[in-house]
């Protein structure tokens, strides 16, 4: 096997090959990857593409990166959750006999060996601090052992390069002077009228923002403003300095939890979509998915420790303007407006 066959990456595409195609194509339906679902192209095509030809191997040769890593963390979620739940205090960096203890007792808890290759190539392709000994127990065991990736020499449909003669460039050179001479006038001229001054005063520097932006780095996307309700917006502020921000909370639970009688609420995470002086607008975050809850892309970045869904109904919270709060994270703008 070469280096490169067991690179992070290839290792990620020859685990969607090691695993039933069938295990991975009930992943990918439990998708929704409709077009006005907030998914980039990178990763929203490709998955679509696997949903309707059903051609995991074509997949798992061709498809971005980003893709095969979006699928696989769906794969790996729930028995991910059971190997951290095994390796208890030493979920931060285990050793190989223990990850080796933590994937036997997930086994014999009833979950597949696809399971298995689901959370070690996702540990690998995301470089968790098991990722080495994620790589030795696929090498080491022959039930988990990754099939090679065919090796395709695609044509090549460039053409030879050719030597360009001196004549051929003062031909190109000549051709952009007399472009750039007949364009030269109407720009001239439109320049002269925005200009003019008036009554013989001095043009005055344009300083505004749009100005700006122009002469220098690239103007940062605008923040999305959340839409809200008119009952919403009588009650909250859109602009609240919260905003924005994921928060550990006191959230009281929509139902009666049998496992936790004497329990009517517990503390998590939720971001704050608006907020007023004593209550705030949230969107709670779960770690389990269901069919009003999308995949919260910076769980990691927040300081979440397992993979976490937002959900789209939004709740009030109890809030006391200057009670100390314990705050996760802000999002930054691009993650916002793919949540607003």
Known sequence: ???????????????????????????????????????????????????????????????????????????????????????????????????????????????????????????????????PSCRQLFEGRAELALPALAEVDAPSVLAPPHAVTPEVREQRRFRREEEKRRRKPVSTMRAARATKPKSGAPPRADLSAKAVAGHGAPAEPARRRVKLTPLELARFDAAHPLVGVVLLLDVAFDGHDPAQPEMSSKDRPVLVIAGANEELLVRPIYSNSSSTRELFQPWRRVGLDHLSFIDGERMVVAYTSGDPLHQLGRLTTPEWNTLA
Not at 73 to 78: G, I, K, M, N, P
Request: glycine share 4%; no cysteine; charged share 20%.
């Open 1 to 131: 096997m070469t280096d490169a066959s067991n690179s992070d990456n290839m290792m990620v595409r020859r685990a969607f090959l090691r695993m039933d195609s069938a295990f991975t194509l009930r992943g990918v339906d439990t998708l929704d990857l409709r077009a006005h679902a907030k998914v980039s192209p990178v990763v929203g095509v490709p998955l679509r593409q696997l949903q309707q030809r059903r051609d995991v191997g074509a997949f798992a040769t061709a498809a971005p990166l980003a893709a095969l890593k979006s699928l696989l963390e769906v794969l790996a979620l729930a028995p991910l959750e059971k190997i951290v739940e095994y390796l208890g205090d030493h979920v931060e960096s285990p050793t190989f006999e223990q990850l080796e203890r933590a994937v036997d007792q997930l086994v014999a808890s009833g979950s597949s060996l696809d399971d298995v290759v689901a959370v070690l190539a996702y540990a690998i392709g995301e470089s968790f601090p098991a990722a």
